[in-house]
T-cell receptor, first 114, second 112 residues
Framework: GNSVTQMEGPVTLSEEAFLTINCTYT??????LFWYVQYPGEGLQLLLK?????DKGSNKGFEATYRKETTSFHLEKGSVQVSDSAVYFC?????????????FGKGITLSVRP | NAGVTQTPKFRVLKTGQSMTLLCAQD?????MYWYRQDPGMGLRLIHY???????AKGEVPDGYNVSRLKKQNFLLGLESAAPSQTSVYFC???????????FGPGTRLLVL
């Protein structure tokens, strides 16, 4: 079945540091890939997505590239801010008509120090 | 445009009590979902609906029931609450199944 594996957390960085959060997946076919972010006390919101191999999703300075050869969708940001402190979830969906659903990773907590 | 809303925000139950969580969306989405979020477990799908009048089981459906009598509403029921159901519950909706989901703010449930 489908699965998403995220690197273990939590992650603590200083402001303006470079961020990489690893995500790898197992899926049949050609899934769409997503990064969701959950700020403290809120629900999840879509951060970025990519729907086919070599696509790059980007938003708010975050980027992730769909790498089919390594089955990965790592999230990067060149300079993090305190406001980026949140929980980040990688997710995938495989095409499958009525049975197509999102599969989430376990999430990783990012804390950014001033 | 409120998006996805959830009622209540927080609730405390005693073991054996029942309750219903309400989810409403104003985006005319066909697909709706209920998840629970537990530490170290990520989000796990409880039940989902592909349209008004339909429901289906997700990954962890035991102990929960759902109903989708109106397109905009998706109700999650606990008939006899157990401490293992202490969690944060999120509702989500999407226009196309398997694509971007829009989440509500969550309901924090504590079962004593």
């Amino acid at each position: 079945g489908n699965s998403v594996t995220q690197m273990e957390g939590p992650v603590t960085l200083s402001e303006e540091a470079f961020l990489t959060i690893n995500c790898t997946y197992t899926a049949t076919g050609y899934p769409s890939l997503f990064w969701y972010v959950q700020y403290p006390g809120e629900g999840l919101q879509l951060l970025l997505k990519a729907t086919k191999a070599d696509d790059k999703g980007s938003n708010k300075g975050f980027e992730a590239t769909y790498r089919k050869e390594t089955t990965s969708f790592h999230l990067e940001k060149g300079s993090v801010q305190v406001s980026d402190s949140a929980v980040y979830f990688c997710a995938l969906s495989s095409p499958g008509g009525a049975n197509s659903k999102l599969t989430f990773g376990k999430g990783i907590t990012l804390s950014v120090r001033p | 445009n409120a998006g996805v809303t959830q009622t209540p925000k927080f609730r405390v139950l005693k073991t054996g009590q029942s309750m219903t969580l309400l989810c409403a969306q104003d985006m005319n989405h066909e697909y709706m979902y209920w998840y629970r979020q537990d530490p170290g477990m990520g989000l796990r799908l409880i039940h989902y609906s592909v349209g008004e009048g339909t429901t289906a089981k997700g990954e962890v459906p035991d102990g929960y029931n759902v109903s989708r009598l109106k397109k905009q509403n998706f109700l999650l029921g606990l008939e006899s609450a157990a401490p293992s159901q202490t969690s944060v519950y999120f509702c989500a909706s999407s226009y196309v199944q398997g694509e971007t989901q829009y989440f509500g703010p969550g309901t924090r449930l504590l079962v004593l």
